[in-house]
């Protein structure tokens, strides 16, 4: 599958293990900028937010793949993604 230069994927996983964060804060601009992306390559590299869910009930991986360098419009299609992502309430 090819990332189209104008594509943006937001991927996010939970895991029930609690790291040492903060909670996570879904906003484009804080996320870390890392050159590989698990050994494939992808033009704008892998952008990734960290932290914990609603109540400190466990652990979040956020990751944002851009096709191309990302741009204000492409920032913001991210963004709009993070902004609909809801992360689930903690288990009882």
Excluded: N
């Excluded at 892998?46 to 191309?68: C, H, K, M, N, W």
């Amino acid at each position: 599958m090819h990332l189209p230069r104008d594509g943006v994927i937001v991927w996010a996983v939970i895991l029930q293990s609690r790291f040492a964060q903060r909670p996570i804060r879904l906003d484009v601009a804080l996320a870390k900028r890392f050159d590989c992306c698990e050994g494939a390559y992808v033009a704008g590299g892998e952008y990734e937010l960290t932290g914990l869910g609603p109540q400190d009930a466990y652990s979040v991986i956020v990751r944002i793949y851009f096709g191309s360098r990302p741009t204000a419009a492409l920032r913001s299609d991210a963004q709009r993604a993070l902004d609909q992502l809801e992360l689930p309430p903690p288990r009882r």
